[in-house]
């Protein structure tokens, strides 16, 4: 029997992956938490596989432990809303059923002291790190970035989300009263297993107001070659369903965008996210792996692709954001790099150094929202520069400032 008012509900959707099921389990009762103190939900989508006779198995070893059949398939999304519906614990948790949590020594104790963490802060969301493998080998993966600071605000939160943050239902902790917030809002609809977290980190986001982050690799993503994610899709009907599944989901997102006048102050930022994300929809409904000549493929049809799978008001309200924007700042942009021989632009996502007009673009690791600016004149002025006026003389030298206070004769 398990008991209401727990600390954490952790929710495992089930869809054909019971080969890798057990070792999901044993990695979460692994962990040094009371099982009185968190249940497990697996949720069982019509998995063609002996999911309900595994259960059944750690039924008769832990009490915390309980499966939810679906009467039909309905996709991962209400997989995990129905896990959502079903839980009792003040914090959610979510794990994939082919993933699994560390088993390390050192992170045995990991979910204790995250909910304490959570419970001394008042946080809404807790971040952890992630490590990739194929279960030979691990390593890790640029896309998946928790914040590598606390997120103070709810303004911080939703341009983490909106920006470049990670979009995943793992790899976070939620408060349940920030879910239930949330899951008035996120609309009820089936077949979706594609940007489904997508969607519901970004309504989330919007009711969140602080974030704290764990800088432990505590969650372990096991690299599937034909999961929902990566698999390729060769049939018509596999196509097809590709294609609903992105329409439906942004058409989603932008009325929510709409509905709560997002667009004004957070719109340009989803201009990047939308490019990635219809790059990887393009490459699995064109059957291709993501690599250079793949996104190359892409920019050539990204015009195409993307008026046929975002919706014609989501396009306007990001592109017309996105020109706003630029607006508002071009005049420092253009301002302070007037300098040919050297300058340094920070803005957006992107480090541009010009040297000599010679133009070098590198990748942010996070997102700046108003331009930063060095040119030659102003680091010049900073090594050295002598300014008088008629009480102060003002020394620069190597970025140390001193100022000295004349003396007026009479």
Known sequence: MIKKNIDLSIIIPV???EKYLPHCLDSIFNQSLDNS?????????????????IIEEYKKKYNNIRLINHEYNKGLYQARRTGIFNSNGKYIMHVDGDDYLSLKEDNKDFLKNAINKLDSSNADILFFDCIHTDGEKEWKEQWFNPPNKNLKN????????YGNGCHT???????????????????????????????QNLVISYFSNYSITINEEFYCYRYLQDSDSRGLRKTKEEKESVIYQIVSILKLINDFMEAKLLYKNYGYLSLDLLNVACYRAFCLYNELEYSV????????????????????DMIKNIYIESVKNFINNKDILIEKSKSYLFSIIIFDKYIIIRICGIEIKLKNKSYQYKPIVITLNNLLQNIFSIKIDDKYFV??????KL?????LKN
């Open 169 to 199: 239902m793992w790899g976070k902790i939620y408060k349940k009263s920030v879910i239930d917030l949330a899951y008035k809002e996120l609309k009820n609809i089936e077949h979706i297993n594609l940007w489904e977290d997508l969607y």
């Open 293 to 312: 000549n793949s996104y190359t493929i892409y920019i050539y049809n990204k015009i195409d692709w993307i008026y046929k799978v975002v919706p014609s």
């Open 395 to 400: 020394l620069k030298i190597l970025f140390i």
């Open 37 to 53: 103190d968190f249940e497990v939900i697996v949720v069982n989508d019509c998995s063609k596989g002996n999911c309900e006779e």
């Open 403 to 407: 100022s000295f206070r004349l003396k």
């Open 15 to 17: 869809y054909n992956v």
């Open 154 to 161: 709810n303004d911080e939160i939703i341009k983490y989300f």
